[in-house]
């Protein structure tokens, strides 16, 4: 599928191998085809974007996401959680009344 070029001939080719697989006694194959079609134009995002749009940019930020949260486990509410991502995405400063733990 990544050999094509265009979204409208990558769809087809999705299509006809989610049926194809579909048909298949294969139960991990037909999970596989059900997610495919569930996610099939975000798949095909890339091509419209014609492979300009590395994923890196979304796995770093992901992995971002996911450290920062990790770190706020002890914070018992959502807001605190929300408040510690802005901090550390935004690069924003301290605010005054905010504990200090040396």
Do not use: Q
Not at 73 to 102: D, M, Q, V, W
């Amino acid at each position: 599928m990544w050999d094509y070029t265009s979204a409208t001939w990558a769809g087809r080719f999705l299509d006809r191998w989610c049926s194809t697989v579909m048909r298949s006694r294969i139960e991990p194959m037909k999970k596989l085809a059900r997610s495919f079609r569930v996610h099939r134009e975000l798949l095909l995002n890339w091509f419209r974007a014609r492979g300009e749009i590395s994923a890196a940019v979304a796995e770093g930020l992901n992995n971002k996401l996911k450290v920062i949260t990790r770190r706020a486990y002890g914070l018992r509410t959502l807001k605190a959680t929300e408040i510690a991502l802005y901090h550390s995405l935004g690069a924003l400063p301290e605010p005054e009344g905010a504990h200090r733990f040396f």
